[in-house]
T-cell receptor
């Protein structure tokens, strides 16, 4: 049973560009959450998708957007990249909106903005 | 949202119990405490969670104080592979869904 997968593993972009990160949830999970983890910091909640809708959002600007597909996979898009967007981006999946189950995290995508 | 406070680092001798404290004094009555760990910037790994009763599983034990303002994660016999950053998390319920609020974590180093 595959766990949460993310692609790509690493990515280098230039300031001002746009980036798309992808996540496939653990089998049987229908809820996907995205986190940003700066170096030396704990993960910060970006947003959560359930039933193809954004259900909750953290304190991130509108440059950060997402999408969830009918197969429950998800994308995170970041526009107008800033140097400060360099971070490890983590995807986590759970069953339903997470009441009874823990979140399972993927290995992350390391984004470097130059 | 409730916040957590953890010591930035701790050392533990291999084979001894590792006791990792967490303060969550603003936690609400229906908010759970979760513990995850992260090794070498991999994705965080679930350890254990609880609401108000002490919990134990094959990995660890979780002791929550009666007033729920703090908790302690116990790794009963720490090994070198337990070296990681340990996060104490409050799971908040807002807008009909749950989200995890991470702190800065405790970097546990298990010494041979």
């Amino acid at each position: 049973d595959a766990g949460v997968t993310q692609s790509p593993t690493h990515l280098i972009k230039t300031r001002g560009q746009q980036v798309t990160l992808r996540c496939s949830p653990k089998s049987g999970h229908d809820t996907v959450s995205w986190y940003q983890q700066a170096l030396g910091q704990g993960p910060q909640f970006i947003f959560q998708y359930y039933e193809e809708e954004e259900r909750q959002r953290g304190n991130f600007p509108d440059r950060f957007s997402g999408h969830q597909f009918p197969n429950y996979s998800s994308e995170l898009n970041v526009n107008a990249l800033l140097l400060g967007d360099s971070a490890l981006y983590l995807c986590a999946s759970s069953d339903g909106t997470g009441y009874l189950s823990e979140q399972y995290f993927g290995p992350g995508t390391r984004l470097t903005v130059t | 949202d409730a916040k957590t406070t953890q010591p930035p680092s701790m050392d533990c001798a291999e084979g001894r119990a590792a006791n990792l404290p967490c303060n969550h004094s603003t936690i609400s009555g229906n908010e759970y405490v979760y513990w995850y760990r992260q090794i070498h910037s991999q994705g965080p790994q679930y350890i254990i969670h609880g609401l108000k009763n002490n919990e134990t599983n094959e990995m660890a034990s979780l002791i929550i104080t009666e007033d729920r303002k703090s908790s302690t994660l116990i790794l009963p016999h720490a090994t070198l592979r337990d070296t990681a950053v340990y996060y104490c998390i409050v799971r908040a319920y807002t807008s009909g869904t749950y989200k995890y609020i991470f702190g800065t974590g405790t970097r546990l180093k298990v010494l041979a």
